[in-house]
């Protein structure tokens, strides 16, 4: 019972500092902050467990594994760009919230009904041994069954990866047996179709709701209202507040009490988020309705009228989003083009319809949303091939307390907490003052400090050393130190990032260039899982072997990051000349000259 309320006695100070700063923000803020708390709990709580689903639960490969997580990210931040769209040209970033709302409770329900775990078999021969391990377990033990009774294996060993041979050693009769042969696997076709519509559902449900709810936030403010930075911030606190809790309470119940209960409390948090939505919209002073005279009621074709059109197609796309993951390497490829598409066509955009003073602040912001991959492509490798480093090589216990190696997911969006108003608090003091940095030097320092992360974590890999089973681990301490760096640089780039969208983007296109925005994420998603992909080893393959690996990855990361971070701060006064007319301001950058609305509302998308 203590594990549960504890992580809410630890957030409880810097929550009542939200609270209190918030008064001085518009009342909208409130419900927003409190709607995305409860979206990101699901997100988040069912993110932290998915790769250890997937291979603990379902028996996939750790390559395909990360494809299919990969391949879905990349489609849960390419969603807004479609949800970003139908918001801006006919319903509204309201109207987007509540549906997308709908679509994640019913995809993150469905994640509960997982049925039986997958089974493999040792085929040697004529002879099909069965191999069992537990559904939920991060010491992967494993015991192979004969004439009816199970033998704990000493040794599970693939000669390379991809490879189905296996070499497996136990002892039986006082005797070391050593068994050779093909690894089959056999899975439940009927709850690996419900996975695949459930993740389905959520990357849809994603694709309407996070682009509006953010875009939300900005239309709260009038143009030079100086608490929109303070303000995002703060949102982003709501945010990190609910996957904290999420990280930790979803990865206990899911390692004490099963999938369906981990998944399950996700689901209960998505639909707590809903609720606040839909009860406490009157607070957003209509200034996410659909755009004005648009005609949402009238029926347009096949007795549908325009709203009812949208939602329909949103259900396709959750179709034409179940296809995509069943060819996830294929998907992941397809996300290269796509973002080079997309920046072609924002690039003949602002060159063909906007002015020279409306088109600076976009080169800006593409330069911000571009760099922005290489800082994502290094933090999400959190989900990925830090959550598998956590459970092969982290001692995961702070004194007497061993939490689940998921629960490390927590440890990111709790320095959050307790950093977000702080930042807050600096961006309005040197706001005030004039003496706020400028984006780009934001970015900079974000870049060098999530690369100082990697090398705090390359440090801890020098003096790993054995456990009880001969599993070479370092102490938690690091990789904690590593999270609280990448955070760091999270709150110096992510809601910076976000309020640079409203501020920079031309106003007719700001749904849109949200959802570039989170494009951008979605192709460091697929980039991060190519590169999890490298840390990875052939299974039962030396410890040391596995540690080598992960050192020689996460070095080349943390490099990229502090020379992308170095060339930033060096080319910040100039690129700050793009955007100095905009930089403060407060709202989303002029359109041919014209000032944006005060409501932040975008009108028609090209």
Sequence with gaps: ???????????????????????GQPKGLFVLFFAEMWERFSYYGMRALLIFYLTWHFLFDSDFSLTLYGAYVALVYLGPLLGGWVADKYIGFRKAVTFGAVLLVAGHGLMGFHGPPATETLVTGDTTYEINRPDYSEARERSIVIDGEAYQLLSFVQPERGSSARTVTFERGGETVSLSGTLEREGQALYEFILFAALALIVAGVGFLKPNISTCVGALYDKGDPRRDSGFTLYYMGINLGAFLAGIWCAIAAANYGWTAGFGLAALGMLAGLVVFVLGQGWL????????GMDLKTPVFAGLNREWLVYMGGLGFV????????FAAFTSAAMYPVFA????????????RLDSEARSPMIGLLILSISSVLFWTLFDQGPTSLNLFAASHVTNSIGDWEFPAPALQSANPFFIIYFAPVIALLWTFLGSRRWEPNSYVKFGLAMLQIGAGFFVLNLGIQSATPDADGMLRISVVFILLMYLLHT???VFLSP???SAVTKMSARQIVGFMMGYWFLAVTLANVIAAEIAKRTQVPEGAPAEESLAAYNIVYLQLGGSAVVLGIMLLLLSPLLAKLTNHVEGAGAAGPVSGKPAAATGQTEQAP
Excluded: H, K
């Design 496 to 498: 910076v990032g976000l």
């Design 285 to 292: 002073e209509g200034r996410a309705d659909p755009p004005e």
């Design 1 to 23: 019972m203590m594990s549960v309320f504890f992580p809410l006695l630890l957030v409880a100070a810097p929550i009542a500092l939200a609270l209190w700063q918030m008064r």
């Design 319 to 326: 179709v034409l989003c179940f296809v995509l993951l069943q």
């Design 341 to 352: 598409v997309a920046t072609a066509g924002i690039l003949f955009y602002m060159f063909t």
């Design 488 to 490: 760091t640089g999270e």
